[in-house]
């Protein structure tokens, strides 16, 4: 199986409507891949906070649109990252695109973890509740989204659910950059999965970007890693390498905790 990775740039100075033709253009020439991927909110720009109520768009706005014929045009399976959503009620969300090669819509996802704490993301946007699995022919995908990856009871779920390959977009800061390479080894190795982890190159509102956006096999092993700049990482891999790896080494089957035990007091 081939993926892309489409590590763009997303900085101030260029409108979105640019953006996405720019963007649109680099998806039809990945034409023979499998799976493309986007990062997260590479419309706005992750931290670009005041632009996000201005630049939401329906699921059936102009950029899934584009996405949808880019998808098409090129055959390809699209993870289209992700955009500011407004949903019909009014409420922001951050939510994930998947399309199938043929430009149907196959799959939604609204971010459960908004990031943030108490401004930003976390307040300017409502969470999604659901995980989200999308069966290609080759792999079972699980869908998660940046601040995600910081919790492993999120990927335990989309394990459960059948996901082989978890596929995570995002727009990570360069500040915590080790975070996003230790993460999403620990994701793989712990789930015995593939991780494809997009990230962006940068500036989001004057928030330096990560970049170094990464593929990491079952057993922790980084198969490609992209630099800061603006890049196209491809790979190659087997998926059947997840069931191999369960088999030979089947940590999963000796899960005890199911979900985390409640929390019981001591007596003094």
């Known amino acids: 199986m081939r993926a892309s990775l489409l590590q763009i740039r997303v900085d101030e100075g260029e409108s979105v409507d640019s953006r996405r033709r720019r963007v649109t253009s680099l998806v039809r020439e990945q034409a023979g891949v499998d ?4 990062p997260e909110l590479w419309t706005t720009g992750a931290f670009a906070y005041e632009s996000f109520g201005a630049e939401a768009e329906s699921l059936e706005g102009p950029t899934s649109d584009a996405m949808a014929k880019a998808a098409s045009d090129a055959g390809v399976w699209l993870h289209a990252g992700s955009i500011p959503e407004r949903a019909p009620d009014g409420t922001l969300y951050n939510t994930s695109l998947v399309f199938t090669p043929g430009g149907e819509l196959a799959a939604t996802y609204r971010k459960i973890h908004r990031f943030g704490f108490d401004k930003g993301e976390a307040v300017l946007m409502g969470a999604g509740s659901e995980l989200v699995t ?6 079972t995908v699980g869908v998660a989204t940046c601040y995600d990856l910081r919790f492993p009871e999120l990927f335990r779920g989309l394990v459960d659910a059948g996901a082989e390959t978890l596929v995570i977009p995002a727009g990570w800061p360069e500040r915590r950059r080790s975070h996003w390479t230790l993460l999403a080894q620990a994701r793989a190795v712990e789930n015995q999965a593939f991780v494809l982890a997009c990230g962006t190159a940068g500036t989001h509102a004057g928030v330096p970007q990560a970049g170094h956006s990464i593929v990491v096999d079952p057993w922790g092993e980084v198969l ?4 800061t700049d603006e890049e196209i990482l491809t ?5 059947v390498k997840v069931a191999v790896t369960r088999e030979q080494f089947p940590a999963l089957k000796d899960r005890v905790l199911g979900s985390a035990p ?3 007091r001591q007596a003094p």
């Not at 999308?134 to 792999?139: D, G, Q």
């Not at 790979?235 to 998926?239: G, L, S």
Request: no cysteine; net charge negative.
């Open 235 to 239: 790979v190659e891999f087997d998926p």
């Open 134 to 139: 999308v069966r290609l022919p080759e792999t």
């Open 35 to 38: 799976l493309v991927v986007l």
């Open 224 to 227: 490609a890693e992209a630099g």
């Open 262 to 264: 409640t929390a019981r």
